[in-house]
T-cell receptor, first 115, second 116 residues
Framework: NAGVTQTPKFQVLKTGQSMTLQCAQD?????MSWYRQDPGMGLRLIHY???????DQGEVPNGYNVSRSTTEDFPLRLLSAAPSQTSVYFC??????????????FGSGTQLSVL | AQTVTQSQPEMSVQEAETVTLSCTYD???????LFWYKQPPSRQMILVIR??????QNATENRFSVNFQKAAKSFSLKISDSQLGDAAMYFC?????????????FGKGTRLSVIA
């Protein structure tokens, strides 16, 4: 049972480079999201999606793009990496029931360093 | 916007003792959900416990229980009989129930150390 799969686990970029963090889930979850975790800042929401073709901004969306062409995949794109984007990134998914977003299932995280 | 405050950046507890982690939140809504997540050194996020605001009874999961004080907007986590495996970052989170699609808002976390 794969759950939520994030790749890569580690990445080093130079300032100005672009890259895509991959996130895939095999639980048919409608809701998917990206968080970044920085020391002393907790988890901050970057972007989220409630279904294919639907995305919305979170608390810290600047510098990041997302798209949701399928239920399973929710990639996060950094168009021009900056040192301020050095962080640990988590993808999380959940079903949406009559009670709303349920239990979040997290990926194992991507540690990104921008030099 | 709702905010979640964890006022204790770090805490420690002796093995087998009890520890309480604090969480307060700010909201004008009456219906919402509260969560505690655990992040051990492996970095994997694990749901510890969940509380629905309309339920007055405090949620419990084995050695983990909450003290939910709705009027005070407080949601503390009590860990009984602490074990070495409880050492982790603990995050409190809030989700509005006004819309089913509202994302979770997390606090900044409390790092718990367990002393043998």
């Amino acid at each position: 049972n794969a759950g939520v799969t994030q790749t890569p686990k580690f990445q080093v970029l130079k300032t100005g480079q672009s890259m895509t963090l991959q996130c895939a889930q095999d639980m048919n979850h409608e809701y998917m999201s990206w968080y970044r975790q920085d020391p002393g800042m907790g988890l901050r929401l970057i972007h989220y999606s409630v279904g294919a073709g639907i995305t919305d901004q979170g608390e810290v969306p600047n510098g990041y793009n997302v798209s949701r062409s399928t239920t399973e995949d929710f990639p996060l794109r950094l168009l021009s990496a900056a040192p301020s984007q050095t962080s640990v990134y988590f993808c999380a998914s959940s079903s949406i029931t009559t009670g709303g977003i349920g239990k979040l299932f997290f990926g194992s995280g991507t540690q990104l360093s921008v030099l | 916007a709702q905010t979640v405050t964890q006022s204790q950046p770090e805490m420690s507890v002796q093995e087998a003792e009890t520890v309480t982690l604090s969480c307060t939140y700010d909201t004008s809504e009456s219906d919402y959900y509260l969560f505690w997540y655990k992040q051990p050194p492996s970095r994997q996020m694990i749901l510890v416990i969940r509380q629905e605001a309309y339920k007055q009874q405090n949620a419990t999961e084995n050695r983990f229980s909450v003290n939910f004080q709705k009027a005070a907007k407080s949601f503390s986590l009590k860990i009984s009989d602490s074990q070495l495996g409880d050492a982790a970052m603990y995050f409190c989170a809030y989700r509005s129930a006004s819309s089913g699609n509202t994302p979770l808002v997390f606090g900044k976390g409390t790092r718990l150390s367990v002393i043998a």
